[in-house]
């Protein structure tokens, strides 16, 4: 791993690293914690992990995402089905909130596409309130004009969903738009 601060690129391998672990793979995001906390300790973290970390507590402080999942290192214990009924939810509210599909078409691209029955979308999607998630630090509200406020939000929301979705981000990703 890289300890070179003063070089513009991460390594290949950290590269590749916080790929997987935007994506989901909790492996790596503990593989990138202890990158980060070897580099913090010698006082040589690398710019580009520095700002990968922030970002993810920032999603924690900021956006309310639990710990383990703002720093990527979450794991599904997988119970009664194979779906992570957060990302589940997160990828029902992308389809219907910002690529401006009905409810039942939603449902139906998420079983065609990800493999979870109706039922279980739906069931995902009562179990977690995302929306209460939808919030604007008020110091930002205070200080902007409202159309720029709802803009600001709506584009926090977009990119919490986003995260939120973990490993079904990709795939959902081509179809939102803030538009």
């Excluded at 924690?60 to 009924?85: C, W």
């Excluded at 065609?112 to 995902?124: F, Y």
């Amino acid at each position: 791993m890289s300890a070179d601060s003063s070089g513009t690129d991460v390594t290949p391998a950290e590269a590749e690293l916080i790929e997987r672990a935007e994506a989901g793979d909790a492996t790596a995001g503990r593989e990138l914690l202890r990158t980060i906390s070897v580099g913090l300790t010698r006082g040589d973290l690398h710019p580009t992990l520095a700002k990968y970390h922030a970002d993810c507590l920032w999603n924690h402080v900021q956006l309310g995402i639990s710990l383990e999942r703002a720093l990527h290192v979450y794991r599904y214990q997988i119970k009664a089905t194979a779906h992570d009924p957060v990302e589940l939810a997160a990828v029902f509210e992308l389809l219907v909130e910002f690529a401006d599909m009905k409810k039942g078409a939603a449902k139906s691209w998420i079983k065609a596409n990800v493999g979870a029955s109706k039922q279980t979308t739906e069931s995902a999607h009562a179990a977690v309130n995302l929306k209460a998630l939808n919030t604007i630090d008020d110091s930002v509200a205070g200080q902007a004009d409202p159309s720029e406020v709802e803009s600001y939000r709506k584009a926090r929301y977009l990119d919490l969903l986003l995260h939120t979705a973990g490993s079904m981000r990709k795939m959902v990703s081509e179809l939102v738009s803030l538009g």
